[in-house]
């Protein structure tokens, strides 16, 4: 459909944030609102206000400032009411063409006075300038109303896109009303089409503090309808999955047998618990699809080798999903230990296998050979065909897309599925993401865990840090040294790594083997490393974030995080993690630089707290949920009104109401349309791959 004022150059604009059709503009909700329904006349303004004030420029000039020329724009604005207010902006050149002497302009800032003039002014306002259009019809929709401010692509101006908006909203006709009618009397909630009117032009006697919450009826509808319908999506994902045929794992006594003879120690309550419910699923006829969580060094691999045992004693096989070459090799290490003793074949596939090794071994899988097959993204390439899988493990979910799980569990007829993270997830983000799972959570550390002493030192007192390392090493344990490598750049933290590496072990540790390990290595050269620190030869191991996720060496107790600042929590806990794995007293030391605020807030949170629940949740409050999940490739829904965090509270109504909506629907008929509405509009979008 074609909009009156989006041309070519700014459909471009506009298909750059994803809003390619009208419908995805009426689906692009104002982030702010702003009352101009009682704009303050200049002479009422106080200091330490927010207000949007309607003035003329009165008079604008480049100014230097001070001794460095950082262009402070300077605009003077008069509204007749006898005082003036000055809007200044820093590196503001480019507002000279804009904002020029004789235009009208809405400005909305907080309101401050300079001590040495007594002047009012605002730094840095946002503004919008209204004189252009001033006889236009329109001129009514930014003016004498609350007005939606929007995130405008490119370069549109907020006050184009609400023109944009508005004219889109002119031109189609009103959408049906999905929602079922019983949840929408119940709730009392909005109709789906004013809701959509009024969340971008509120009616002249809403509540502006309602609406900046997010909480105006209009938004409340929005908002709980989106969850809703995902809701709904993963509660009939569910149902449907207990409806499949899976396998029924025979619990028999060698099985137990099996299991008693490979545990190297005596599991933790916790271990106890989850490998029931684990055990439960796979002995019910139908697929399992488990997630179990558990924070890093609780044991979950002990878990999955025991969930095993019972698919391959079943003559099953088993498949192990890992994220990085370092930990499918240490899950490969891991599980050859326990499993040698019982004659279990276990085989490791990464990118780094050689042509042969890969054939050979995608062979000896085919012909079911091997009984666990360990490996990397190798593993869910289309050319691995299992003779038999039964148990699909994942570990570390949050790096798998919902494609890659359905990718490596289509290798089977419908095998059992034991998904494993370290990241604590909290829950209202749990029942997002994983919806679709049942969950176990081992909440007990094996016993004797000593929990890490961590320590903040500034980096001009390293000295001491290397002092105390070298008194650990000469008691018999070992050391991690790691710098931060941010993803695009491996190199320079190799370069950095290599270059305190040689620093390390020539000046500061002469006498003791410091090793190597980082991105860059063959995936052999890492083995190698890797294995003489587990044997206790190298003592002092440094390393880029390679090392990050489950690697295991009990007697490693000290892990010193060079400009730990650069890190985000999540990586912080997870390399904290690699340490107090044994019963001996373990510290972990944060070096940094100067810290800036969220430095600040992330270093005292890490040593205030080894909770990793605590840390997850602060990392998501610092962050947000799309970084804290990373890509799309999470799972992570694509939400347009609602916000994980933000309406936690609306998500659990929405998920009550779904669930007894997909279990006592008010009629079949109304549940077939449901699922046929979301099929059509939600599926994709959700990566609900099916539902229904
Ligand atoms: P996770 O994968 O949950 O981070 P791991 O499975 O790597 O944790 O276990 C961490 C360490 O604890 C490993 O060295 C493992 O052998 C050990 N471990 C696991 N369970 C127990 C237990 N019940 N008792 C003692 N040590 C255990
Ligand atoms: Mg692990």
């Given at each position: 459909m074609y909009v009156k004022g989006v041309g070519p150059a700014r459909a471009a604009m506009l298909e750059a944030k994803g809003l390619l059709t009208v419908e995805d503009l009426l689906y692009y909700p104002p982030f702010r609102y702003e009352d101009r329904r009682n704009v303050k006349p200049v002479s009422a303004l106080a200091p330490g206000e927010m207000a949007t004030v309607i003035a003329e420029v009165r008079s604008a000039r480049l100014a230097g400032f001070?001794?460095?020329?950082?262009?402070m724009f300077q605009a003077t604005f008069a509204d007749g009411s006898g005082a003036r207010l000055i809007g200044k902006w820093f590196?503001?050149?480019?507002?000279q063409s804009v904002i020029t002497p004789g235009l009208k302009i809405a400005l909305y800032g907080k309101i401050e006075i300079?001590?040495?003039?007594g002047d009012l002014v605002t730094l840095h306002p946002e503004f919008e300038i209204l004189?252009?259009?001033?006889?236009?019809?329109?001129?009514a929709l930014h003016l004498g109303r609350i007005v939606p401010i929007y995130e405008a692509p490119?370069?549109?101006t907020t006050r184009l896109m609400r023109t944009i908006v508005y004219r889109a909203l002119e031109r189609v006709s009103p959408v049906e009303d999905h929602l079922p009618a019983g949840i929408r009397q119940h709730l009392k909630l909005r109709d789906f089409w004013p809701a959509i009117v009024e969340t971008h032009f509120p009616p002249a006697d809403a509540d502006v503090r309602l609406l900046n919450a997010f909480r105006s009826p209009a938004q409340f509808r929005l908002i709980f309808e989106e969850f809703f319908w995902l809701e709904c999506g993963l509660a009939l994902k569910r149902s449907r999955a207990r409806l499949e045929q899976g396998i029924s794992f025979d619990l028999n006594d060698r099985v137990r047998e099996k299991i008693r003879a490979m545990l190297p120690f005596k599991p933790t309550g916790a271990q106890k618990r989850v490998l029931k419910e684990i055990a439960e699923d796979m002995a019910a006829p139908r697929p399992m699809n488990r997630l179990l969580q558990g924070d890093v060094?609780?044991?979950k691999t002990l878990v999955a080798a025991e969930a095993a045992i019972i698919a391959i004693e079943n003559d099953y096989q088993v498949a192990v999903l890992a994220p990085t070459e370092i930990l499918a090799g240490q899950h490969h290490f891991y599980f050859k230990n326990l499993f040698t003793k019982l004659g279990y074949i276990v085989a490791l596939l990464t990118g780094s296998s050689t042509q042969r090794e890969k054939t050979q071994i995608k062979k000896l899988v085919a012909a079911g050979m091997v009984h666990v097959l360990i490996g990397t993204h190798a593993v869910i390439e289309?050319?691995?065909?299992?003779?038999?899988?039964?148990l699909a493990v994942i570990d570390?979910?949050?790096?798998?897309g919902v494609v890659q799980r359905l990718r490596l569990v289509q290798k089977g007829v419908h095998p059992d599925v034991l998904v494993m993270t370290a990241?604590?997830?909290p829950r209202t983000l749990a029942l997002t993401i994983y919806g679709d799972l049942d969950t176990s959570v081992i909440d007990e550390l094996p016993p004797g865990r000593k929990p890490v002493v961590t320590k903040h030192v500034s980096e001009d007192r390293i000295e001491q840090v290397y002092s105390f390392v070298k008194k650990q090493v000469e008691a018999g344990r070992q050391a991690y040294v790691v710098y931060p490598v941010i993803e695009e750049s491996e190199t320079r933290a190799t370069k950095a790594a290599q270059k305190m590496h040689k620093h390390l072990s020539e000046?500061?540790?002469?006498?003791i083997a410091v090793g190597l390990l980082h991105g860059r290595l063959s995936s052999e050269e890492k083995e190698a490393v890797m294995d003489l620190f587990k044997r206790g030869e190298v003592k002092i191991l440094v390393t880029?974030?390679?090392?990050?996720?489950?690697v295991d060496v009990p007697n490693a107790t000290v892990m010193v995080i060079e400009h730990?600042?650069?890190?985000g929590l999540a990586q912080l806990h997870q390399l904290r993690g690699?340490?107090?794995?044994?019963?001996t007293q373990s510290y972990c030391i944060l070096v940094t630089g100067k810290l800036n605020e969220s430095g600040r807030e992330r270093i005292r949170t890490m040593v205030d707290s080894t909770d990793g629940f605590h840390i997850a949740e602060m990392d998501l409050k610092l962050r947000g949920p799309g970084e804290f999940f990373?890509?799309?490739?999470?799972?992570?829904p694509v939400l347009r009104f609602g916000n994980i965090l933000r309406d936690q509270e609306v998500l659990e109504v929405a998920q009550r109401e779904a669930a007894s909506f997909v279990e006592h629907p008010p009629s079949a008929e109304e549940l077939k349309r449901a699922v046929q509405y979301i099929r059509d509009h939600w599926q994709r979008r959700y990566g609900l791959v099916q539902v229904g």
């Open positions: 001070q001794r460095r020329n950082l262009g590196h503001g050149g480019y507002l300079d001590s040495y003039t004189s252009e259009e001033d006889e236009d019809a329109e001129a490119g370069k549109l060094g609780s044991g289309a050319d691995v065909e299992f003779y038999r899988l039964g570390e979910q949050h790096r798998f990241t604590p997830i000046t500061v540790f002469p006498g880029t974030t390679v090392i990050e996720v489950g730990a600042e650069r890190f690699r340490v107090g794995r044994g019963s990373g890509t799309k490739q999470s799972g992570l």
